[in-house]
């Protein structure tokens, strides 16, 4: 008969563009054995009590590389032996051991926030969001990894904002990573976040909406574009009393693109609001789709 063969497993800590290793290391401690007649190791992997990879592992291999959920980290790992119905390895995956964030600049302008993160951790791009104290999400986004320095990792990105709030001289968010909070947090005030707009009306014959800041009572100029060609440019200056309630300074910031002025939009058309002439500063709720 031949001998038995133990394994024990390890999970290597770095995690490269979205990869979790598995290491088979030999040991004298742990299950599972190769036994007569078995070949393989049948292991599963499980995250969060889901079974993510199930595989057969032959002898010779010493780990395997598997991609991570596309939610991101997993808070809890477990490589699992079906045959011998043992666990080999479970950990607990935190955040305060993975990531040691810093902010070095959250500047708002009222559509976006431009964020740059240090991390410990590997992986080509982080999913972020900013919260508010009751968890309500305020901005969020992608932010990609631009620069290694040995064990540190450099992220940025800009965080769309996605709720309208009255924010007045100041508002704690936190930052959440994979959808998992973190220790840190930043202030945000009026004076910081400046223009807001939003797309109310999106409808073949009119494109409607708002656009105003927190600090100053003026009215800005907006671009209609269709299918990514600038269709018309307006001044927002229409009565608008309802965005007082979130603290805009001035009520008169509403705007019209009418059928009358610019024609009907075709039906399926990609449509966006813009800040002044410039399509990536985009307003919220844009671009919208025409459906009627």
Same mark, same amino acid.
């Given at each position: 008969?031949?001998?038995?063969?133990?394994?024990?497993?390890t999970?290597i800590?770095? !995690?490269?563009? *979205?990869?979790?290793t598995i290491?088979?290391?030999?040991s004298?401690?742990?299950?599972?054995?190769?036994?007569?007649?078995?070949?393989h190791?049948?292991?599963?992997?499980?995250?969060d009590e889901?079974?993510?990879h199930e595989?057969?592992?032959?002898?010779?291999n010493e780990?395997?590389?598997?991609?991570?959920p596309?939610v991101?980290?997993p808070?809890?790992?477990?490589v699992?032996d079906v045959?011998?119905?043992v666990?080999?390895?479970?950990?607990?995956?935190s955040?305060?051991?993975?990531?040691?964030?810093?902010?070095?600049s959250?500047?708002?302008n009222?559509?976006?926030f431009?964020?740059?993160?240090?991390?410990n951790?590997?992986?080509?791009?982080?999913?972020?969001?900013?919260r508010l104290?009751?968890?309500?999400?305020?901005a !969020?986004?992608?932010?990609?990894?631009i620069k290694v320095e040995?064990?540190?990792f450099h992220?940025r990105g800009?965080?769309?904002?996605?709720?309208?709030?009255?924010i007045g001289?100041?508002?704690?968010?936190?930052l959440f990573?994979?959808?998992?909070p973190?220790d840190?947090?930043s202030?945000?005030?009026a004076?910081?976040?400046?223009v807001?707009?939003?797309?109310d009306?999106?409808?073949?014959s009119?494109?409607?909406?708002?656009? *105003?800041?927190?600090?100053e009572s003026?009215?800005?100029?907006?671009?209609?574009w269709?299918n990514?060609?600038?269709?018309?440019?307006m001044?927002?200056?229409?009565p608008?009393?309802?965005?007082?309630?979130?603290?805009?300074?001035?009520?008169?910031?509403? !705007?019209?693109f009418?059928?009358?002025?610019?024609?009907?939009?075709?039906?399926?058309?990609?449509?966006?609001?813009?800040? *002044?002439?410039?399509?990536?500063?985009?307003?919220?709720?844009?671009?919208?789709?025409?459906a009627?």
């Amino acid at each position: 008969m031949a001998k038995a063969t133990k394994h024990a497993t390890t999970i290597i800590g770095d !995690f490269d563009g *979205g990869n979790i290793t598995i290491k088979f290391g030999r040991s004298h401690a742990k299950t599972p054995r190769y036994v007569q007649g078995a070949s393989h190791l049948h292991i599963r992997i499980l995250y969060d009590e889901k079974i993510a990879h199930e595989f057969l592992m032959p002898p010779e291999n010493e780990q395997v590389v598997l991609p991570l959920p596309s939610v991101g980290l997993p808070e809890n790992v477990e490589v699992f032996d079906v045959r011998s119905n043992v666990s080999l390895y479970r950990k607990s995956i935190s955040l305060e051991n993975l990531y040691k964030f810093v902010i070095s600049s959250m500047v708002g302008n009222g559509l976006r926030f431009s964020i740059e993160l240090t991390s410990n951790l590997n992986l080509k791009m982080l999913s972020v969001e900013l919260r508010l104290s009751d968890e309500t999400i305020f901005a !969020f986004g992608r932010l990609e990894q631009i620069k290694v320095e040995g064990t540190t990792f450099h992220y940025r990105g800009s965080l769309d904002l996605a709720c309208l709030i009255r924010i007045g001289p100041s508002q704690l968010v936190r930052l959440f990573v994979f959808q998992r909070p973190t220790d840190c947090c930043s202030y945000v005030s009026a004076n910081n976040v400046g223009v807001v707009g939003y797309v109310d009306i999106s409808q073949s014959s009119a494109v409607a909406g708002w656009i *105003g800041s927190f600090s100053e009572s003026v009215p800005y100029s907006v671009t209609l574009w269709i299918n990514g060609t600038a269709a018309a440019t307006m001044i927002a200056d229409n009565p608008r009393p309802d965005v007082s309630a979130i603290g805009i300074a001035s009520q008169n910031c509403g !705007f019209s693109f009418m059928e009358k002025a610019i024609g009907a939009i075709p039906i399926g058309s990609s449509v966006t609001v813009s800040v *002044g002439q410039a399509p990536s500063l985009h307003l919220l709720n844009c671009p919208l789709e025409i459906a009627d």
